[in-house]
């Protein structure tokens, strides 16, 4: 008897620590993803790590506040592990929305990569594959604090907590989701060296993955699914965002007919198609591949300039 007694209160004590912990961790920086899951949504940024980096919530909100799209507006965009197109994330974004919108903003960011899968990959494998990633293992995906996500998703011991793991000070993960990258911070300027050389990481990875991915048809049939459905919310954009030349030049050298497919979906689904890429040196990247804080807040300006126009000549 007392040895259950003191087991039971071994498993009690444990249990406290552990759930002190998740609290403590929820309070400060979880990780780059979490604030993405922390709120109902009027509106969603929807893509991969370009998105996520490169289109700033804040600046939406603010060069479109006469439109009156249903806020706030969350930077629900992340990577190719976690926010693929497909069922999943699909099933992500409509649980993100507040019940009883009005007119939402939907910018869904369109790359070459985010309609990859690993090579020959059965649309049911695809669906397990992703069922591993963020959204398929946290139920709750607009709540703050978020203890589903941090049990789930956390990659760290938990005492980890009493430390910030937010080491990189050029990084801000901000509440709306959107992740910040400066160049310059309080202390320092990222080094030209140091951004060739990601840059050259980037190629380097884009080049390997290439061998070991495909165009993948459920990929694809998730996009037009996602975009069918969130045109019964609101005002749906599709846009391939720029990037360093030598990126761009790579993507579009392995998938020539890329633009003209996006196209050819956003003329068959009745939605805009913004194609920037051809504006890849008015726009600093630090890795060739993702926008510096300040190209990515004038990148956003510029578009919302952009809808407002389209949506003028749309319902003149």
Known sequence: MKFIIKISLF???????????????????????????????????????????DIVPQVLEKQLNDLEF??????????????????????????KLKPNLKQSLFILSVSPGAFTAPLKMKDEDIFEMDKKGIIG??????????????????????????????????????????????LINNSDKLKKEDMLLWKTQTIDYYNKKKELQEVSKYRINGFIETVKYL???????????????????????HWQSFNKEMDSISQNQNVAFFN??????????????????????????QLSSD??????????
């Open 11 to 53: 498993c009690l004590l444990f249990i406290a620590v552990y759930l002190f912990y998740v609290n403590k961790l929820s309070k400060g920086y979880v990780d780059q993803y979490y604030n993405k899951l922390t709120q109902e949504s009027g509106s969603l940024v929807i893509g991969l790590s370009r998105a996520d980096q």
């Open 70 to 95: 249903d806020m706030p507006i969350t930077n629900f965009a992340m990577n190719l592990n976690h926010s693929a197109y497909g069922e999943l994330y699909l099933k992500g974004i409509k649980e």
């Open 137 to 182: 293992k946290t139920k709750d995906l607009k709540h703050k604090p978020n203890y589903d996500y941090i049990i789930n998703n956390f990659e760290h011991p938990l005492y980890y907590s009493i430390i910030s793991l937010n080491s990189w000070s050029h990084h801000y993960a901000h509440d709306n989701g959107w992740n910040e990258v400066k």
């Open 231 to 253: 045109k019964t919310k609101g005002e749906v954009f599709l846009v391939r965002l720029p990037a360093d030349a030598d990126i761009i030049d790579f993507e579009n050298s």
């Open 276 to 301: 920037y890429t051809m504006q890849n040196t008015n726009y600093q990247t630090y890795d060739g591949s993702h926008m510096v804080s300040e190209s990515a807040k004038a990148f956003t300006k």
């Open 307 to 316: 809808i407002k126009e389209y949506l003028k000549e749309k319902n003149p």
